[in-house]
């Protein structure tokens, strides 16, 4: 695909980040060859692709439609009036079906590439079911008998679980995309750079409320950071559990619109159960005392949305343990639900007060856990763990001798795929307590269980990943290299 003059559609100077995602945008819209060509962008809600399609259609002249909720009537009327007002027509051009309104659009690239943006396109299909085909009907004509067209047509949607299916089989829309564009959260550091935040504790826990998500940092916080770490507390209050932001009522909305499910009821109490510790089918199930295919289905619906994520067990593949992807979904069910009423009554100062334990426990902690997964699988250095990670995952096993479980939070294996890749590390993880040589101690017996089962534990590292920091004794060891120490400032600045 030729490269467009970069010179010429910069990347906008209000724009944080998103380099990549604008330079694939711009390289699509501008490919100069003949033929029309479709592309699809998703991503969850609030991550910035509006804002990223406005921003590329006004570089480079092309049209955008966002998508409402409303009768196919209705919206083939306000696309009528946008084409209008893009071709100079006096009068809103007629559309009495989306064969003609494709049509529309796709004559818009007949003189140039243009990029022709449908947003919300799940939205359309809501409403018009046969759209899909209707698109791959247009699509193919215009190739055939408009070889000259270059339209961009670029559809947009946030409704992941629909947008899969849209463009997979049996979909008519599958195979035509020549860009499939996924704008993510911002990775634990962009977002501490997103949000300002130097101190690498405040930028965790603050990461550990908000995510990396773009637009929780200006539109929903009222542009609120915190100064400083003496400032987290008073922050949250200002912010997520203010009745009076945004933020404090966005996690309810962002679970109603990203899933279409009868038993939300369910699907919000599974997500509490497993902020509680509750991370297998088995566990949620006997928490919320309901059948195993009920919770199943619930989990599923989740995961489809893309709010909960299930990854096998790093030493019992057969095993599935679910994790919820966004924060502040995590931070709702375990600190804010719990206390919601409360905080429509009370001060947020004294609500915040009882709920903070639970915030460091059930919260903060687990979502370190994660960070340091995301730190091993994509920013160490490959001789940190003698070859770069191809999986990340955390693991569990009885020691027999002891009558107790011993918990991996951080256990990184070679390669990628269905099949296990030569075990890189064990590690634990502790938030708000100090490490020392104790740990490295139950890593060092879980290696050894591992052994005795038969695992290949030679090239496997003990590591040690603080959020409160290391004994000396402990340091001493990592001198040794008997240990790979990792801290906030290395998951920060380190690799």
Same mark, same amino acid.
């Given at each position: 695909m030729a490269q467009p003059d970069a010179v010429d559609h910069a990347r906008p100077g209000a724009m944080f980040d998103r380099e990549a995602e604008w330079e694939a945008l711009v390289a699509f819209a501008c490919d100069p060859r003949p033929g029309p060509a479709l592309g699809v962008v998703s991503g969850r809600l609030r991550?910035?692709?509006?804002?990223?399609?406005?921003?590329?259609?006004?570089?480079?002249?092309?049209?955008?439609?966002?998508?409402?909720?409303?009768?196919?009537?209705?919206?083939?009327?306000?696309?009528?009036e946008d084409i209008a007002r893009r071709t100079g027509v006096p009068s809103p051009v007629p559309l009495p079906r989306w064969e003609d309104a494709v049509d529309a659009l796709l004559a818009l690239g007949d003189r140039e590439p243009l990029p022709v943006v449908l947003d919300e396109f799940p939205d359309l299909v809501r409403q018009s079911p046969a759209l899909p085909s209707v698109v791959e009907g247009a699509y193919h004509r215009v190739?055939?008998?408009?070889?000259?067209?270059?339209?961009?047509?670029? #559809?947009? $949607?946030?409704?992941?679980? &629909?947008?899969?299916?849209? !463009?997979? @089989?049996?979909?008519? =829309?599958? *195979? #035509?995309? $020549?860009?499939?564009?996924? &704008?993510?959260?911002?990775? !634990?550091? @962009?977002?501490?750079? =997103?949000? *300002?935040?130097?101190?690498?504790?405040?930028?965790?826990l603050v990461h550990a409320v908000v995510g990396g998500t773009p637009a929780y940092r200006y539109d929903y916080a009222c542009e609120e950071a915190p100064s400083g770490p003496e400032d987290f507390d008073a922050w949250v209050c200002r912010t997520v559990l203010n009745p009076r932001t945004p933020l404090f009522r966005e996690a309810r909305h962002l679970l109603q619109e990203e899933m279409d499910h009868w038993d939300r009821a369910l699907c919000h109490s599974a997500m509490t159960a497993v902020t509680s510790g509750c991370s297998t089918r088995g566990e949620i199930a006997e928490r919320l005392d309901r059948p195993l295919p009920d919770v199943s289905h619930a989990l599923a619906v989740l995961q489809d949305c893309g709010l909960l994520c299930g990854e096998p067990d790093a030493f019992r593949p057969a095993l599935t343990r679910y994790r919820i992807t966004e924060p502040l979904l995590a931070f709702e069910h375990a600190v804010a639900a719990p206390h919601r009423s409360?905080?429509?009554?009370?001060?947020?100062?004294?609500?915040?007060?009882?709920?903070?334990?639970?915030?460091?426990?059930?919260?903060?902690g687990p979502h370190f856990a994660q960070v340091c997964r995301d730190w091993a699988a994509g920013f160490a250095a490959p001789e940190t763990f003698g070859a770069a990670p191809g999986t990340a995952s955390c693991g569990s096993l009885s020691d027999p001798e002891q009558h107790a479980r011993l918990d991996a939070e951080v256990v990184l294996r070679a390669g990628?795929?269905?099949?296990?890749?030569?075990l890189l590390s064990v590690g634990r993880t502790c938030w708000d307590e100090v490490m020392d040589v104790r740990h490295l101690e139950r890593i060092r017996r879980l290696l050894a269980l591992l052994a005795d089962r038969g695992e290949d534990v030679g090239r496997a590292r003990p590591a040690c990943y603080g959020g409160a920091g290391f004994t000396p004794e402990l340091r001493a060891a990592g001198e040794r290299g008997e240990v790979v120490l990792v801290g906030l400032d290395r998951l920060y600045r380190g690799s």
């Open positions: 991550q910035g692709k509006t804002y990223l399609l406005e921003a590329l259609t006004r570089a480079l002249g092309g049209f955008y439609f966002g998508a409402q909720e409303a009768t196919e009537a209705e919206s083939l009327r306000r696309l009528g190739r055939r008998e408009r070889p000259h067209n270059r339209s961009r047509l670029l #559809l947009c $949607g946030s409704a992941v679980s &629909v947008m899969s299916r849209l !463009f997979n @089989r049996p979909s008519p =829309l599958h *195979g #035509l995309a $020549g860009l499939e564009l996924t &704008v993510h959260t911002l990775d !634990f550091r @962009r977002a501490a750079r =997103l949000w *300002g935040i130097e101190d690498p504790r405040l930028a965790l409360a905080l429509e009554q009370e001060d947020a100062v004294g609500v915040w007060k009882r709920a903070r334990a639970v915030f460091d426990s059930a919260v903060a990628a795929g269905t099949r296990r890749g030569a």
